[in-house]
């Protein structure tokens, strides 16, 4: 039988707190990321940064568990895919992330813990806090991969599997330059359980310009205010986007975006 002394020695010795593994996983990232941010442009540091990255990966293979997505690798890597602060695309959703060749479709998948901290990364870039917010925010779309902003043009339905508690596509563009366009990436996002799955697809799906639409784009731009041309470029941008949400179940090729959101859903793992 143990002393009350020793009893009272152990107690002092385990933390009443104990790190949980996202936790931990975080930590290890963030001393890496301390670490990366001082150090020297060279060889030996470009080595040692792909070792931390297959550290980081191992460790969030172990959270995350074994995922299949169909038409993607079966082994995912960090999706956070550099330590450098600066650097472009750093700040990624962290997880195991897939891609197929070419990234013509890309998936991330996480905890909700994870998640959680990440929004929480990312509230000075306007990310909102609350989940299923964020879910539906160009913001999620354009931080958690690629390199490249996000413009979200409309919402598309999709059937909720059993057991998840959330689901969302949407449809938008991405690129490095103006944003106004025929949206043709899919983004669908389903959580069940304590895992969160965001499969993107570019060129999912062929649609066209709404004229009602153009409209709006053309009579924003014609304001005289604000003077500043991107404030004004972005005012119109938003307006054009709303007509877009509102107006796209009635075009001809919106069915056909229901569809491809569906079955890029069922690629998931949520059965």
Sequence with gaps: MRSPALLCLLALATPAHA?????????LRDRYI???SKA??????????DAALKELTGVLRGLVGPVTIKGLPAEGKSNADTLFKGDSGFGHLDGLGFASE???????????????????????DGMPQEQGAALKSDRFYYYAIQDAAFAKYAEVPIAKPT?????????????NGGLKGPPQEIGVVAIKADKVYYLAATDAVKTAEIPACEKVWKQMMAKKTPQDAMARE?????AYTKCFAKEAPGQSWYAAAVKKAQSQLELLPLR
């Design 34 to 36: 301390a670490k990366f």
């Design 40 to 49: 020297p442009e060279n060889d030996e540091t470009s080595k040692q940064h």
């Design 234 to 238: 972005d005012q119109a941008m938003d």
């Design 102 to 124: 070419g990234d013509k479709m890309q998936a991330v998948v996480t905890t909700t813990t994870l998640l959680k901290h990440w929004l929480a990364e990312h509230r000075e």
């Design 19 to 27: 790190a949980t593994p996202e936790q931990r996983y975080l930590d």
């Design 163 to 175: 057991g998840a508690s959330a689901v969302v596509a949407v449809l938008g563009v991405r690129g």
